[in-house]
């Protein structure tokens, strides 16, 4: 029996073997892969656009279409932020100085010091600038006013003039900016025009931020001014005479001097001979306005 069934089992077991062979052949030529990948694209088709083929080499490559006309970059967020923050009257103008000139700049006021700085510049028919910080400026309205009316220009330093705070992001140094451009405009009713970065436009602390900040506030309007000459009167530990030596070291020789003081009790105590220094060499003494072409630092010297 068990040969007989064997016996009768094996050609079965060769059509079988040969039917399988047949199947597997055709399973892995090219045409049936084609076939069964068609079907599955007729069954399941792609959620995306259709593949595009490959032109042939004997076909000509279509040209590519037109491109459509480019869409406008899109916007920093920021840029939407405080739409009344532009300088109104900033048309990219400079004046060029026709003589000596040096523009006098006090820094970090109001203070107790600036009514006696205002009587020096007063007596000596000398018109400054001053760069303030909205936190000293908040309860000394009336010193805000009177540089506005004695003639002299008020411009923007910063709000809080606390360098990690402005210089985390754009968003942060506008947020400062704009909160002290509001308190000069309510004190006074002058819409300042030019401003000045703490610690220069170039500092250890804006090193990453610096050229976006600048950007953002030039496409507002408004100009920075550096110095070229400083009185060197930021330091802890200062003189009367270290101030007159800083003012000193910057010369007498540039056509424009822009020059840096703050108002400590040393620069107010000599700034009568600081006066008396540039006049002596032939300088006329100007505020800042936006038409002054400003001294700014080289980016370069940062790296
Ligand atoms: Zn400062």
Redesign the pocket.
Known sequence: MKLNSGSSRRPMILILSAALVLVLVLALSPSSRQYQGTLQQAAFPAAGPPAVQEPSSSEEAEPPPEPEPAEPAPSFPYQELYPDLYCPDFTGESIPATQKTVYLTF??GPSDRTAWILDILKKNDVKATF?V?GKNAAARGDLLRRIVEEGHTLAI??NT?NYRQIYASVDSFLADFEAVYRLIEQETGVKPSIF?F??GSINAYNAGIYPEIIAEMTRRGFRYYDWNVSAQD?AASISVLSVKQGIWRGGWERPEATVLM?EKWETATALDEIIYYYRSHDYTFAPLDNKVTPIIFDYKRCY
Do not use: K, L, Q
């Open positions: 820094d970090d760069f910080v330093h910063s003039h000045r703490p610690g930021a703050h």
